[in-house]
C-alpha cells in the first residue's frame, strides 16, 4: 500500500515551453502533497504544499508563476514549470500524505526536467 | 527554522560491516522519516520513527526525541544497501519535512 506515482518519468524540452508533471496517489487520499526539487548530489528542498481545492503554499524564493500547482482531487497534484529555462533542470520528486494516516509521507519516483 | 544535521557525510564499509547513521535536530518534532535514495533517485521509505525504537530486517532505527536525535542502524551490510540515506524531520501541524545533507554509503565487495 501507499504508493504514489509520477509521469513522466524523465522529460526534455526547449526553453520557453512549458512541462506538466503529475503526482498521483494510488490507494489512498491525500487532502496534501509535497512538491520537492533536488539538484545532483544535494538534498531535496521543499518547493511549496499542494492543497486540495485550495491555492498552493509556496515556499520562500520559488515563483508561484513559474511553478504552477493544482490539486483537484484527493489523489491528483500537478506541477506546470512555465516558460522552461536550462536553469529549471532537474529531479522534481512530489509526496503525499494519507488523510487517514499520521504524519508520514510517501514519495514517488521522480521526474528528471532537462531544458535544452 | 528547524536544523537537521546527519553524520558522517561519507561512509565506506565492507560487506557484512555493521554501521550506525546519525541525525540530529533542533526542535520537538511530530515527523522523522529514514530513507534510502537509490540510484535512479527513488525515495524507498525506510522508517517513519518520531519516537522509539523500530526493526525491519536488518535495519534498525532509534529516535529519542527529549535528547532530539535519531540512529540508523545498519548491520551484515550489503553492496545493495549502497546509496545516499536521508533523514527528514516535520514539526507542526503544515508536515513540512526538511531534509538532512544526506549520508552516501559506499558497501564493498
Known amino acids: 500500500g501507499a504508493v504514489v506515482s509520477q509521469h513522466p518519468s524523465r522529460v526534455i524540452c526547449k526553453s520557453g515551453t512549458s512541462v506538466k508533471i503529475e503526482c498521483r496517489s494510488l490507494?489512498?487520499?491525500?487532502?496534501?502533497m509535497f512538491w520537492y526539487r533536488q539538484f545532483p548530489k544535494q538534498s531535496l528542498m521543499l518547493m511549496a504544499t499542494?492543497?486540495?481545492?485550495?491555492?498552493?503554499?509556496?515556499e520562500q524564493g520559488v515563483e508561484k508563476d513559474k511553478f504552477l500547482i493544482n490539486h483537484a482531487s484527493l489523489t491528483l497534484s500537478t506541477l506546470t514549470v512555465t516558460s522552461a529555462h536550462p536553469e529549471d533542470s532537474s529531479f522534481y520528486i512530489c509526496?503525499?500524505?494519507?488523510?487517514?494516516?499520521?504524519?508520514?509521507?510517501?514519495f514517488g519516483p521522480g521526474t528528471r526536467l532537462t531544458v535544452t | 527554522g528547524i536544523q537537521v544535521e546527519q553524520s558522517p557525510p561519507d561512509l565506506i564499509l565492507q560487506e557484512g560491516a555493521n554501521s550506525t547513521l546519525r541525525c540530529n535536530f533542533s526542535?520537538?518534532?511530530?515527523?522523522l522519516q529514514w530513507f534510502h535514495q537509490n540510484p535512479w533517485g527513488q525515495l524507498i521509505n525506510l522508517f517513519y520513527?518520531?519516537?522509539g525504537t523500530k526493526q525491519n530486517g536488518r535495519l534498525s532505527a532509534t529516535t529519542v526525541a527529549t535528547e532530539r536525535y535519531s540512529l540508523l542502524y545498519i548491520s551484515s551490510s550489503q553492496t545493495t544497501d549502497s546509496g545516499v540515506y536521508f533523514c527528514?524531520?516535520?514539526?507542526?501541524?503544515?508536515?513540512?519535512?526538511?531534509f538532512g545533507k544526506g549520508i552516501t554509503l559506499s558497501v564493498r565487495p
Open positions: 509526496s503525499a500524505r494519507d488523510l487517514q494516516g499520521a504524519y508520514e509521507q510517501y
Open positions: 499542494s492543497n486540495e481545492g485550495s491555492k498552493a503554499t509556496y
Open positions: 490507494d489512498f487520499q491525500a487532502t496534501t
Open positions: 527528514a524531520v516535520a514539526t507542526g501541524a503544515n508536515s513540512k519535512l526538511t
Open positions: 520513527i518520531p519516537s
Open positions: 526542535d520537538s518534532v511530530n515527523n
